[in-house]
């Protein structure tokens, strides 16, 4: 027995929305990347860690400017061992970073009083950049 024909609906075209481009979102990360190395600096981030960040997307960014040469002097602050190419010895770092408290690893601070003055400009900065959130 024939099937029945049915008739096919047509789809009616869709509306195309225009959108401004200030309102399209980005998502390449650079924006957050900033947040983190403006407030690392406030926090002093670079003195008290070998590393420099606390951020691996931060950390990976550098590496990726450094030399094989300044890859190696690097290592040697952090304390590995400097041998290999340059792939295996950002990896070793990117490794070691990982597992280094404060660093990657994470870690409870426990300091008796605070790292900036409540009152100054630096915590309203803290304070801002930590409220916009990443």
Known sequence: MPRKKTQSKKSSPKKAVKKDVNDLNIADGKDDIEKIKNLEDLLGVKQTNPYGTTSEAVLEERMNEMTLTDLQTFAIRVGILPSGNKLTLK??????????????AGYNVGYQKPLVDPSSKQAEEILKISREGF
């Open 91 to 104: 990896n070793k770092l990117k490794k070691s970073f990982k597992s280094h408290a404060g660093a990657g």
